[in-house]
């Protein structure tokens, strides 16, 4: 089993900034990808940001330039580093990995719990 624990959301106004972090823990052969997902009320849950095994990262049109990702292998922890944040930006942050528990299992998505971020204007 894999475990996910999210860290770093809170209140911020807008223009600031804020670091998320998920923790990845349990079994753990190896990983295709890390990244972030949010979903703000009364919409659907988008993709934030994601880094895969060799570093490639992809982004959301709407955070580019204002977010980071990034990750270290050595501590299976994946960060969003959000600078400029703006109101839209307030919903619940989830992490996702994709992972490979063992050599005899298929790869799959693991979830956080999810951790909220509310910017205000």
């Known amino acids: 089993q894999v475990h996910l624990v999210e860290s770093g959301g809170g209140l911020v106004q807008a223009g600031g900034s804020l670091r998320l972090s998920c923790a990845a823990s349990?079994?753990?052969?190896?990983?295709?990808?890390m990244g972030w997902h949010r979903q703000a009320p009364g919409k659907q849950r988008e993709l934030v940001a994601s880094i895969t095994n060799g570093g490639g990262t992809n982004y959301a049109d709407s955070v580019k330039g204002r977010f980071t990702i990034s990750r270290d292998s050595g501590k299976n922890t994946v960060y969003l580093q959000m600078n400029s944040l703006k109101p839209e930006d307030t919903a619940v942050y989830y992490c996702?990995?994709?992972?490979?528990?063992?050599?005899?299992?298929?790869?799959?998505?693991?979830w956080g719990q999810g951790t909220q971020v509310t910017v205000s204007s």
């Open positions: 349990g079994t753990i052969f190896s990983f295709n990808f």
């Open positions: 996702i990995c994709n992972v490979r528990p063992t050599t005899a299992w298929a790869a799959r998505d693991y």
